[in-house]
Each structure stands twice: as structure tokens, then as C-alpha cells.
Nanobody, 123 residues
Framework: QVQLVESGGGLVQAGGSLRLSCAAS????????MGWFRQAPGKGREFLIG????????YYADSVKGRFTISRDNAKNTVYLQMNSLEPEDTAVYYC????????????????WGQGTQVTVSS
């Protein structure tokens, strides 16, 4: 079992930045690929970005290319999502999740999920 807790969400103006954190406990954090998803009201859960177990490789959806980056600190059992140039369309609940396989981008690929943190971008 892996427990994930996101933090760092809030209200930000368009063009601003925000960094989300996801703290893990339970099973060995470094044995999992980590990813970030989001879900806007009335929409499905959307994959954003993922990172390898060691943190040396990342992959991402086109919607966040050049704006969002992911990193992890295995010593702190934490993964981060740095979001820049935020737009009102980025308003959503953001989730971190853990998967066994690198390259996972489907909801069903991920075994463990956090409870989510709200990000609201005002225009």
C-alpha cells in the first residue's frame, strides 16, 4: 500500500505559477513511477505528466508541454509538479498517483491515488 497526500493548491492569477507537492508513505516510494492528473468540473481525469522511478526521465501530455515540469525527491518520498504560465483552463482538482510501469498515462495504469488538491486560476 502507498498513501499519497497532495498539497500546495490554491488560487492564482492567470500567468502565475504554483508548485504542488505529493508526499508518499507506506511501500517503497522509489519503486513506483509517479504521475500527475487533473480533473476539471464535468470532465474526465486527464493525464498530465509522469516521472521515472529514479527521476531521470519524464513524459508528458501535449497540453502541458513547456509549462509544467515534474520532479521527485526519493529521500523525502515526495514528487512535485511545477506549473508555470497558468491559464483559467488549468482550473481543476490535481491528483498524484503511483504506477508500476514507466510511460503509464491511463487512469487504469495507476494503482494508488491521492485525495486531490484544488487549483483555481483566475482571469
Amino acid at each position: 500500500q502507498v498513501q499519497l497526500v497532495e498539497s500546495g493548491g490554491g488560487l492564482v492569477q492567470a500567468g502565475g505559477s504554483l508548485r504542488l507537492s505529493c508526499a508518499a508513505s507506506g511501500h517503497i516510494f522509489s519503486s513506483y513511477v509517479m504521475g500527475w492528473f487533473r480533473q476539471a468540473p464535468g470532465k474526465g481525469r486527464e493525464f498530465l505528466i509522469g516521472i521515472s522511478r529514479s527521476g531521470d526521465s519524464t513524459y508528458y501530455a501535449d497540453s502541458v508541454k513547456g509549462r509544467f515540469t515534474i520532479s521527485r525527491d526519493n529521500a523525502k518520498n515526495t514528487v512535485y509538479l511545477q506549473m508555470n504560465s497558468l491559464e483559467p483552463e488549468d482550473t481543476a482538482v490535481y491528483y498524484c498517483a503511483a504506477a508500476p510501469k514507466y510511460g503509464s498515462s491511463r487512469y487504469s495504469d495507476y494503482n494508488y491515488w491521492g485525495q486531490g488538491t484544488q487549483v483555481t486560476v483566475s482571469s
